[in-house]
């Protein structure tokens, strides 16, 4: 792994998305080394390995097949090595509902995946960049909602 480098996980069965978050990354002004998971059972294997380094943040998208993200969710907020870990839920949906239980879950950010190349390096560039000492200790349904300026 690079030295210094921001560790990302992106879980998420869509190919087109995982190359879109990549594409994002490598345009962003911050080292990171990125990796996927292809759904939910993969995820949770991964952060279950013994070996594993967990990621900085984790990127959950919540319609997956064979474990849904709002399964994982559960089950990591239940693991005590993975508990504390920071979850940003990233998902097409915008429903209140999902919205509303993954803030319950634990998770510490929601972000709609975005339709444009540029809103996703912005989306990006403001979730790696927060203070996420200051935004977990003061988590609140306003803050939780990512919505860019």
């Not at 998305?17 to 994002?24: E, G, Q």
């Not at 920071?86 to 510490?108: C, H, K, L, P, R």
Request: hydrophobic content about 40%; proline content about 3%.
């Amino acid at each position: 792994m690079q030295k210094n480098a921001l560790h990302i996980l992106l879980a998420d069965d869509d190919e087109d998305d995982r190359l879109f978050f990549k594409d994002a990354f490598e345009e962003v002004k911050i080292q990171t080394k990125v990796q996927f998971a292809h759904d939910g059972i993969e995820l949770m294997a991964h952060l279950m390995h013994p070996e594993t380094i967990l990621p900085d943040i984790l990127f959950l998208d919540l319609n997956m097949p064979k474990k849904t993200g709002k399964e994982c969710l559960i089950e990591i907020k239940k693991t005590e090595h993975l508990k504390h870990l920071i979850v940003a839920i990233y998902s097409t949906s915008s429903s209140e509902e999902d919205i509303e239980d993954t803030f319950i879950q634990g998770a510490n950010i929601y972000i709609k995946k975005p339709s444009s190349f540029d809103a996703l390096k912005k989306i990006i560039n403001e979730v790696v960049t927060l203070n996420w000492h200051y935004h977990t200790s003061g988590l609140n349904r306003d803050t939780f909602l990512l919505r860019l300026k």
